[in-house]
Structures are given as structure tokens and as C-alpha cells.
């Protein structure tokens, strides 16, 4: 049996601290006062919680382990501590579509340069979200297996395509619609 860390205390007093030199009264069934106690036993550092915030009122992100400003964070439910959820808005969007379309940040990264980084059918940058087609044909729903993604989109002509119902003859059918009005207007 490894020998006790701090000696019985001289003076035989089994009320205070067996700690050398500290004169309180020890902690509920310990041999030391509180102090020494969770000095002895704590860890160094307490883990970072979901409320917490740094000097500068910034938010620990769970997901890229970073401190950020309150603002990169989505609200929360009322399960939330503090109202906001524990990963960034980038991190979230990251891990929705890791889950619901099976491609990662970096193969997402790697199509959007493949495009040149504009969106495959308006050839704008969106200042708004990027949205992921996929072929609703192979896994119907929102869901997508990651086979079926057929490129990266402006939210707005994601809406368009999935309100023509993927068909590529709805599509040229608006199309002639389009141009039919233009050449009205034109003469």
C-alpha cells in the first residue's frame, strides 16, 4: 500500500486539514479542507462549455474548434444554454449537407471550382446560399445517396429546376415560353 500523501496531523486534531501548515476545517468525508481538496482532485482546466465566452465575448465552436463572434452562431432552442447553438452557421451548413447529401465541404469546394465558381446554370456568384442538385430520380425526397449530385446551384435556380419537377422538357418548354414573349416584344 503506497504510503498516505500528507501524514495524520500532529496535534491529532482529525477535524481540520492534514495538509501541513492549513488550519481549516476538512471537507464532508475527506481528510482535507475544500481548497485542498479540489486542488488535489479537479482538473486543471474545467472543459469548455456551450455558454461560455471568451475575453472578447466570443463563442467556442464545437465543430472547427474555434472562438468566433456571436453573430456566426444560429439560435438555439430553448435547450440551448445560452439561446445559440454550439456549432458556427459555416460548420452547421457544413454537417446538413455532409448528412442530407452525402459530400463533404472539401468535394463541394472541389465542384464550385469545377464551375468556376459561379452556379452551373445562371453563371452568377450568389450573395446568397449555395444550394446541392441532386437527380431526385435516384433518391427521391431531400435526401440524396452523394452518386446522384449533379452540381452546385444559386438557391434560386435550385427552386426553379425542383419546381419544374427535374424534367428537362418542362425546362425547354419554359424556355420557348421565354423566347416566344421576346420576340413579341422585339417587333
Same mark, same amino acid.
Given at each position: ?7 495524520? %496531523?500532529?496535534? !491529532?486534531?482529525?477535524?481540520? =486539514? $492534514?495538509?501541513?501548515?492549513?488550519? +481549516? ?8 479542507? !475544500?481548497?485542498?481538496? @479540489? ?5 486543471? /482546466?474545467?472543459? *469548455? ?6 475575453? /472578447?465575448? $466570443?463563442?467556442? =465552436? ?5 472562438? /468566433? ?7 438555439? @432552442? ?8 454550439? +456549432?458556427?452557421?459555416?460548420? @452547421?451548413?457544413?454537417?446538413? %449537407?455532409?448528412?442530407?447529401?452525402? *459530400? ?5 469546394? &472541389?465542384?464550385?471550382?469545377? /464551375?468556376? !465558381? *459561379?452556379? &452551373? ?9 449555395? &444550394?446541392?442538385?441532386?437527380?431526385? @430520380?435516384?433518391?427521391? !425526397? ?7 449530385? +449533379? ?37
Amino acid at each position: 500500500m503506497p504510503a498516505p500523501l500528507y501524514p495524520p %496531523r500532529e496535534d !491529532g486534531n482529525t477535524a481540520l =486539514c $492534514r495538509v501541513p501548515g492549513c488550519d +481549516r476545517i476538512k471537507y464532508r468525508g475527506t481528510t482535507m479542507c !475544500g481548497k485542498h481538496w @479540489s486542488e488535489r482532485y479537479s482538473t486543471p /482546466q474545467r472543459p *469548455i462549455r456551450a455558454a461560455d465566452r471568451d475575453g /472578447q465575448g $466570443r463563442k467556442y =465552436c464545437f465543430g472547427c474548434r474555434v472562438w /468566433q463572434e456571436v453573430s456566426n452562431f444560429h439560435k438555439g @432552442s430553448a435547450k440551448h444554454m445560452d439561446g445559440l447553438k454550439a +456549432r458556427c452557421k459555416k460548420c @452547421s451548413s457544413r454537417e446538413y %449537407r455532409a448528412r442530407t447529401y452525402g *459530400i463533404s465541404a472539401e468535394k463541394m469546394d &472541389a465542384m464550385l471550382k469545377e /464551375q468556376g !465558381g *459561379i452556379c &452551373a446554370v445562371c453563371g452568377i456568384d450568389p450573395d446568397h446560399k449555395w &444550394a446541392v442538385d441532386h437527380d431526385h @430520380s435516384c433518391c427521391p !425526397g431531400t435526401k440524396s445517396c452523394g452518386r446522384c449530385v +449533379r452540381g452546385i446551384l444559386c438557391d434560386r435556380c435550385n427552386t426553379a429546376i425542383g419546381t419544374l419537377g427535374d424534367n428537362s422538357e418542362a425546362v425547354m418548354r419554359a424556355v420557348d415560353y421565354l423566347r416566344a414573349y421576346e420576340q413579341r416584344v422585339v417587333r
